[in-house]
Nanobody
Framework: QVHPVESGGGLVQAGGSLRLSCAAS????????MGWFRQAPGKEREFVVCITWSSSSTRTADSVKGRFTISRDNTKNTVYLQMNSLKPEDTAVYYC???????????????????WGQGTQVTVSS
């Protein structure tokens, strides 16, 4: 098993940037595709971005394309989410998740992810 632990959330003004980190606790992310999801109050948890375990491919939701970038450092068992040009509608709890998958496969649905972090709050003020 692997336990993702998120950090880096906080309060930022619109137009600002944040970088979230997701570290592996009690295991390794090796062999897992990694994804970020978010859930705003009263809304369903939605896919944001994901990356294959080899970093060969990523997929990004249209709502954040061009603003959010995922990366990973397998030597540090850490995944990052760089968020730029933040908007108030980006306000949500952000979750890191791990999915066992072939090196070429990019999972984008919640059901494909086995392990979830507890989330970190991101609040963007207008």
């Amino acid at each position: 098993q692997v336990h993702p632990v998120e950090s880096g959330g906080g309060l930022v003004q619109a137009g600002g940037s944040l970088r979230l980190s997701c570290a592996a606790s009690g295991g390794t992310f090796s062999g897992y595709s990694m994804g970020w999801f978010r859930q705003a109050p009263g809304k369903e948890r939605e896919f944001v971005v994901c990356i294959t375990w080899s970093s060969s491919s990523t997929r990004t939701a249209d709502s954040v394309k061009g603003r959010f970038t995922i990366s990973r450092d397998n030597t540090k068992n850490t995944v990052y989410l760089q968020m730029n040009s933040l908007k108030p509608e980006d306000t949500a709890v952000y979750y890191c998740a791990a999915a066992p998958a072939p090196s070429w496969y990019i999972p984008t649905t919640r059901d494909e992810y086995n392990y979830w972090g507890q989330g970190t709050q991101v609040t963007v003020s207008s």
